[in-house]
């Protein structure tokens, strides 16, 4: 049976595939636009100054161990299902099985203006860019002492928002120290249409998040709809604007929109439909993992997260294995071990299990998910190595 495996996408779900496959010897071709692997889920650790944005990443040859298996540096373009062909800007893959794991792109939800003027933290390159243009606008302000370089809005109270907001928390008086500009003069707002910050954990424990950002000087906006964006200026429902020299949007995901454009069953957040086995609906060759996935359990769709995107990498490597080899497929069952979300660089709040944390405790936890995904990506070298790069800054 022919077996050419081909795996787009080197993040959390095409990563687990591709270890899962080193593992055991089965050969693939993995495609990636960087040569490097980066840690999503702390790109506003990177965005906020904890540490280098380099740190946040592991090269991806230092993961794959066995020969026979290669990793091709391209921007994929097209998939040609029809063809079982991939194309990309330098090349033309075949495949008889592929693996999916492309990830996804911010969801503007059509708001006028947001894609051109505002931020966003998506990788590597972005969260340098947030990083440096913050920096930026502090000198900017020595020179010319217009307040609008101060001020900060963040578009979006969800995980990625509430995180970035905390993360700023703890380096703008750091900045203000550096340039010498008083605290108070920083306007760090986080602007969020819904009624609540963090839907993701319960009640009790948005309230910790909420009261312990407002005391750190974040002004947290609920109930408050972004409705347009001009360069530098956000427009509220209502009427009022505020004039900012950084605007960031976090405020929603969808698929990327390769899927689409291949035909393949989608939601209307673009993520394309698989079955039991991970395996397209609409192709069986193909196998589809992390946030390019639509999944239901339960008559739900599964969240998009790094969580379910590594399990569901680690299925897709055994369940593609088999499909080559003409053995039988395990189904896929997410594990939810909660969420938690640092609010800077000690404290947090969140879920594990059945059990709510908050402060020093859920700061600890978060760093301990740290841990685990370096451990599974990579066992106890790349744990030892990272650790003291990214978990103890
Ligand atoms: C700041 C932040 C904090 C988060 N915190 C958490 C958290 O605490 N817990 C949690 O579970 N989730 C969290 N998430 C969500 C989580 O990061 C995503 O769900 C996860 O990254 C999805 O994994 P994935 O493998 O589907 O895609 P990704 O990790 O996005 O990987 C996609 C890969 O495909 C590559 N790629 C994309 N397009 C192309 C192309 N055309 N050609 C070649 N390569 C391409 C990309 O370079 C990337 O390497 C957070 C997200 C953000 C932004």
Redesign the pocket.
Known sequence: MDNKILI?????????AATGLDRISEPFTL????PY????????EA?GGRGEPMDYTVPISSLLKKSGSSLVL????AIDRANNVVR?KDAEYSYDWLVI????IPEYFGIPGMAENSMV???IET?RHLRDHIEAQFQQYLEDKDEQHLRIVIGGAG??GI??VGELTDWLPELCVKYGIERERVDLQNVEAMPNILPQVSENLREVAARTLTERGAWLRTNTKLVKVDAGVVHLEGGETIEAGTIVW?GG?RA?P?LTEAGFTVDRRGRAKVNEYLQSVDDPQVFI?????WFEENGKPL????????Q??KLIADNVSSAAHGQALKPFHASLKG????LGREVGVGNVGNVSVKGIVAGLA?EA?KVKYLWDLGGLRLTVDKTTEVVHR
């Open positions: 787009l996408g080197a993040g959390y779900a095409g990563m687990m495609i990636n636009k960087k692997h980066y840690f999503t889920t702390l790109l506003h965005a391209d921007e994929v373009t990309g794991g492309l990830g996804w933290l998506t990788n969260a995980l990625t995180e970035l976090t995901v990327n390769l993992g992390g946030d390019s996935a969240p998009p997260t790094a969580q379910i995107a590594s569901m990498g969420t938690l979300a640092s978060k998910t």
